[in-house]
């Protein structure tokens, strides 16, 4: 199972499943999580209150279409591959509970996301995904 949200260091994680899943011939997951949840809305300050549905249908719009170019990616490799799209509020928990419903032997991740913490050496997910994981945790750079 490959973690993927677009950034390039989930991008050499795709190319090394890919490697992988030839070499072995294993079957490959890529696996985009997202959020569609808005910052709680107290009805204090004079804003107008966002149309939630609007909302979640653009972000849910932007995870197929980050999904999709995973997808892409692999099948460029000629990899056959399949896709999973989550909603949920913890990255971190949703790819470890995919992970054990479907019996991975192996995530593959790349070391740091789109989160925008860029001074990390491990990023959160990542790191996440290493110390609750119950398979082997492959962090790609």
């Known amino acids: ?16 499943g ?27 300050a004079p804003m107008p209150v966002p ?6 249908a ?5 995870a197929r279409a980050v999904l999709a170019q995973g997808i892409e990616l692999a099948e460029a490799r000629g990899t056959k591959v399949s896709g999973e799209l989550i909603e949920a509020g913890s990255i971190v928990q949703a ?10 032997d192996l995530i593959v991740v790349g070391t740091r996301g789109m989160t925008g913490f860029k001074k990390l050496i491990l990023g959160s997910v990542s790191s996440g995904l290493v110390s609750h994981s119950h398979c082997p945790v492959l962090v790609v750079r």
């Open 58 to 62: 653009a972000a849910k719009e932007r």
């Open 51 to 56: 149309e939630i549905e609007g909302v979640a």
């Open 18 to 44: 890919c490697s992988l899943s030839a070499r072995y011939g294993s079957t490959f997951i890529i696996v985009h999580v997202f959020s569609a949840a808005l910052p709680p809305y107290t009805g204090v």
């Open 95 to 104: 790819l470890i509970e995919f992970a054990a419903e479907e019996k991975v």
């Open 1 to 16: 199972m490959v973690a993927f949200d677009g950034s390039k260091d989930s991008m050499k994680a795709i190319d090394l």
